[in-house]
């Protein structure tokens, strides 16, 4: 049968609205990098996290606007510095419908920090003292010190059932193949492919507003814009400046930025690198030889801000009497003459291709202007997963080019992880530092906070312990076919995604 002209144009109108629909209840996800396991008390990085938290629930929820909600805990206070309180939900089933308990929490932080686990953010809990358990649904949580930021990583503590380790080979399978009490629950995973999840029907919010999501990991920026075109993808990460107006143009498309928490530096091994890394002057010299600022128009079209150490005006512990080192290649020869090596210095620079936005063009020109001091830099452009376990396990270059999210906009979050002697990121050992930091987060004290943080920016100054480069603006290729917001802690939390 033929139909007319127009009843046939509404026939394929309607059926393309109808395809447009049922494609928006699986979200397609798109990040620079896969995850790197699905099991939650070993990994923290970004892409990890990212398909992690619509797995697994949170003692508490960290809201975008940066406050904190109740999550697994209904309520909770602080009875003194070092003792928290929780009372947790009891309508709560993880996804195999085993019930959600407090023995899960205390099962969590203990496998956390169990040496044996070998999990890289043991660092990130070892303020945990003691878990008490109280019946099913009330825990005490007793801190070795005071935790200015104990919230944040309370919203970070994303829990396992206890059950799912029991027997030879658990842990392993269960990092494959997770069990947790998110909005969804695992499908499947090929690894590098696609990680597939779908809605968790009998999550305690409610089900979510789309049946399921599928993570893509896609490296080249390009490859995920142009899914994102062809409408194979409704949400793409971190979008380079450089192809902002492709999607601008786009039909069907929406462009959206925020102001990132992350800041983008060249770590320096002054522990095991080249012996020259050892003196303050050669480290000085490296940030004065680099044009961050030319960087940042050039590479990221202005989409950025140049930092003071680590820190911007939005961070707890800023200080505005500090600022970014000037540009003075001059300068850097100078020191560089000073230290004994004015005929010149050999180092290797390493640095991931695709995991931040523009960070190989980035690493390219700091060589380059490095180069043009009198430094031979040897680059050398890795793939992701293995750059980032080398420096997570102790085996950094000479310079490495790196990002840390700065999800609680202070301080504490980012300085001692990076900074302080063996720390999880750190390849610098200074006593005078560790002492600040150490001060800094030791209190809840405010202006004592920030006294601490004032001694560690003026050593971070002189002493120039990373070659400190800028904050970029997120941004963000979003589909019309589903309502959702980024936000500025690169936390892609898809459970209030729907579709349009």
């Known amino acids: ?17 109808l395809a447009a629909s049922a494609a928006a209840q699986n979200v397609v996800v798109m990040q620079s ?7 939650p008390t070993l990994n923290r990085e970004t892409p990890t996290f990212n398909v992690l938290i619509n797995v697994f629930d949170a003692l508490l929820d960290k809201e975008a606007e940066g406050g904190y909600a109740p999550g697994l805990a209904e309520s909770w206070e602080a009875v003194d510095e070092t003792t928290w309180r929780f009372e947790l939900r009891d309508d709560v089933l993880f996804h195999d419908d085993t019930p959600f308990t407090a023995e899960a929490v205390a099962f969590t932080v203990a496998r956390i920090l169990d040496e044996e686990t070998g999990s890289a953010i043991r660092g990130g809990f070892d303020f945990i003292e003691e ?16 935790m200015p930021l104990a919230e944040h990583h309370f919203s970070e503590l994303l829990i396992v059932p206890p059950h799912a380790f029991d027997g030879d080979g658990a842990a392993e399978r269960f990092g494959r193949n997770p069990i947790g009490t998110g909005a969804f629950r695992f499908v499947s995973w090929q690894r590098d492919v696609e990680l597939r999840l779908e809605a968790f029907e009998d999550h305690w919010r409610g089900a979510p507003a789309v049946d399921g999501l599928t993570f893509r990991p896609a490296p080249e920026a390009v490859t995920r814009v142009s899914a994102l ?36 530096y060249v770590g320096i091994n002054s522990v095991a690198g080249n012996e020259a890394l050892q003196d303050p002057r050669v480290r000085r010299a490296l940030n004065l030889a680099v044009d961050v600022e030319g960087i940042v128009e050039g590479i990221l079209d202005g989409r950025g801000t140049p930092t003071t150490t680590l820190l911007t005006e939005v961070d707890f512990g800023y200080d505005p009497a500090f600022e970014p080192f000037p540009y003075d290649p001059d300068a850097a020869r100078t020191l560089l003459a000073e230290a004994g090596h004015a005929s010149g210095l050999e180092l290797t620079l390493q640095s991931p291709n695709g ?16 180069g043009a001091v009198g430094i031979d830099v040897n680059l050398e452009i890795r793939e992701y997963g293995a750059y980032v376990g080398d ?10 080019l790196i990002g840390w999210g700065n999800a609680p906009l202070d301080a504490d979050f980012i300085l001692p992880s990076l900074l302080r002697t063996d720390e999880l990121l750190s390849y610098t050992s200074d006593p005078d530092l560790d002492a600040f930091l150490d001060a800094g987060r030791g209190t809840v004290d405010r202006d004592a906070r920030l006294e601490a943080y004032r001694g560690a920016l003026e050593l971070m100054t002189e002493r120039a312990y990373a070659i400190y480069l800028y904050k970029p603006q997120d941004l963000y290729g979003v589909s019309d076919a589903i309502d959702w917001e980024p936000r500025t802690d690169e936390r892609l939390w898809m459970i209030d995604v729907a579709p349009r």
Request: aromatic share 2%.
């Open 229 to 264: 075109q062809a409408g194979e993808a409704h949400v793409a990460a971190q979008i380079p400046p450089s192809l902002a107006p492709v999607l601008e143009a786009a039909p069907d498309v929406s462009l959206k930025a925020v102001d990132g928490a992350r800041a983008i």
């Open 391 to 400: 420096l997570f396990s102790g085996n950094a270059p000479d310079l490495y």
């Open 355 to 370: 995991r931040y936005v523009g960070d190989a063009a980035v690493a390219q020109a700091v060589a380059e202007q490095l």
């Open 131 to 146: 878990v008490e358990v109280h019946g099913d649904h009330e825990l005490t949580l007793r801190t070795t010190r005071p």
């Open 33 to 39: 990098a896969d995850a790197a396991t699905l099991d």
């Open 1 to 17: 049968m033929h139909l007319p002209l127009r009843p046939r144009l509404l026939a394929v109108v309607a059926a393309l609205l």
